[in-house]
């Protein structure tokens, strides 16, 4: 009988390994004390984001100018140079009073202008910026419109004084701003990159204080019904979803891939220096304890917000960890227990018993075949043994028929002979004397 080969039999080794495996994926009582220090860690972490870095003290603009384009450092190196005065200066874009009342409205305003002015844009003021700064314009969205960006020229308050500030005179295009700004290139190379840097300087002093600069990108947004960008951003900076709240995402999430590498490191160390286990094993082994203590302590922030949200719901989607958020998720989708084991083991589980369902069916067809080749070669056997039988009778019928010829008597008595083997023991002829005297 054949040998019966078992379809989808590469899966079913598969299920019985990961069955193996999971016997040293188990998570011991030292395993567990490393996912509890882990998750603690990354608990401590949330706190201190919370308290030290979302929650910090936020500077006020003379505070932050102060520390950032005034300080010893940036003087000397900056205030000596072609354009250190302009480049420590007031900037165009933050021009609030027109220059005279004949100019239209803006509706700008001091505590509007972070939001309404693109170059205050992180992200979009890369390029609004020192082309406002060079041409000497602004650049502002009006909320009348779905789209529509306005560019001024702007004015020093004082011609006698270079840190007077400016105010905003006639309208212009961005396009004659931009060709303007290439023109000074043109004529002086230097005035760009001093530009660049007169931009990243106010960007720095902006960036910390009360009022903050807008989310990146965000400038940009369409205004539907009443739904205008400047009442959505005003929101957003109201409540310090700003510039800085996005970098200290950033900063959660590399703080607890931090804490996750070096995790990673001692639980190797101290668990599997000396151990046979192969490292396949242990990265998964070492992958699912950060996993379980990530979302342990992920778990845990998300109830915590959760709870506070039903007091102050602005407040606790800003304090909520982010980044730790974006790092657990991570190491889930790394993790193979997560990969393997929760996402593709429905699968391969009925890849292996539709398998097996039809294996049985097979085995059935398989086994009636054989029983019927079986049935047919017994059938012939027993046909052969009959005329063997047949045959037999015969030859002992005419070897003691004395009725007919001796020739014939003796031909059937010689092959009756053969059948019962006896020339096997009659191989001579005092054998042969024997065997008829006996």
């Given at each position: 009988?054949?040998?019966?080969?078992?379809?989808?039999?590469?899966?079913?080794?598969?299920?019985?390994?990961?069955?193996?495996?999971?016997?040293?994926?188990?998570?011991?009582?030292?395993?567990?004390?490393?996912?509890?220090?882990?998750?603690?860690?990354?608990?401590?972490?949330?706190?201190?984001?919370?308290?030290?870095?979302?929650n910090m003290r936020r500077l006020n603009d003379q505070e932050s100018a102060n520390l950032v384009k005034h300080n010893s450092v940036v003087e000397n190196v900056i205030k000596n140079k072609n354009y250190g005065e302009w480049i420590l200066g007031p900037t165009s874009y933050d021009a609030i009073?027109?220059?005279?009342?004949?100019?239209?409205?803006?509706?700008?305003?001091?505590?509007?202008?972070?939001?309404?002015?693109?170059?205050?844009?992180?992200?979009?003021?890369?390029?609004?910026?020192?082309?406002?700064?060079?041409?000497?314009?602004?650049?502002?969205?009006?909320?009348?419109?779905?789209?529509?960006?306005?560019?001024?020229?702007?004015?020093?308050?004082?011609?006698?004084?270079?840190?007077?500030?400016?105010?905003?005179?006639?309208?212009?295009?961005?396009?004659?701003?931009?060709?303007?700004?290439?023109?000074?290139?043109?004529?002086?190379?230097?005035?760009?990159?001093?530009?660049?840097?007169?931009?990243?300087?106010?960007?720095?002093?902006?960036v910390g204080t009360q009022q903050g600069l807008p989310i990146p990108g965000l400038s940009l947004l369409p205004n539907i019904g009443e739904v205008t960008s400047a009442s959505v951003n005003s929101w957003l900076l109201e409540n310090h979803f700003d510039a800085m709240w996005i970098a200290n995402i950033g900063v959660q999430y590399g703080l607890a891939e931090f804490i996750n590498t070096i995790s990673s490191i001692i639980y190797r160390f101290l668990r599997y220096r000396n151990s046979p286990v192969s490292a396949e094993i242990v990265k998964r082994k070492t992958d699912k304890v950060i996993a379980v203590a990530n979302g342990i302590s992920t778990s845990q922030d998300l109830i915590r917000s959760l709870m506070k949200a039903q007091f102050d719901l602005p407040n606790a989607i800003r304090e909520l960890d982010f980044g730790g958020l974006i790092a657990t998720i991570k190491r889930l989708i790394q993790s193979d227990e997560f990969k393997d084991d929760i996402k593709n083991i429905d699968k391969i589980w009925n890849q292996v018993v539709f398998g097996m369902t039809h294996s049985v069916e097979d085995l059935e067809i398989q086994l009636q075949t054989q029983l019927r080749y079986i049935d047919s070669k017994y059938s012939q056997i027993m046909k052969e043994m009959l005329k063997e039988y047949e045959v037999y009778a015969n030859l002992?019928?005419?070897?003691?028929?004395?009725?007919?010829?001796?020739?014939?008597?003796?031909?059937?008595?010689?092959e009756f002979a053969k059948l019962n083997n006896v020339t096997n023991y009659l191989s001579s002829k005092e054998d042969i004397y024997n065997f008829f005297n006996n």
């Open positions: 009988m054949s040998e019966l080969n078992l379809p989808h039999g590469e899966d079913v080794k598969k299920l019985v390994k990961r069955v193996n495996d999971s016997q040293e994926l188990e998570l011991t009582r030292k395993d567990l004390d490393f996912v509890a220090l882990i998750a603690g860690l990354q608990i401590l972490r949330q706190y201190l984001s919370r308290k030290k870095i979302l009073a027109r220059s005279s009342t004949k100019i239209t409205k803006t509706g700008l305003s001091g505590m509007n202008h972070r939001y309404k002015t693109l170059a205050h844009d992180p992200l979009v003021g890369l390029l609004v910026g020192p082309i406002n700064l060079m041409s000497e314009t602004i650049t502002f969205s009006d909320e009348d419109a779905l789209i529509s960006l306005k560019t001024s020229n702007v004015v020093p308050t004082d011609y006698g004084r270079a840190d007077s500030g400016y105010q905003i005179g006639e309208p212009t295009t961005f396009t004659t701003a931009t060709a303007t700004s290439i023109e000074y290139v043109k004529n002086d190379a230097m005035i760009l990159p001093a530009a660049v840097v007169k931009h990243l300087l106010h960007l720095a002093s902006d002992q019928e005419n070897a003691t028929n004395w009725n007919q010829s001796a020739k014939s008597q003796f031909e059937s008595s010689v």
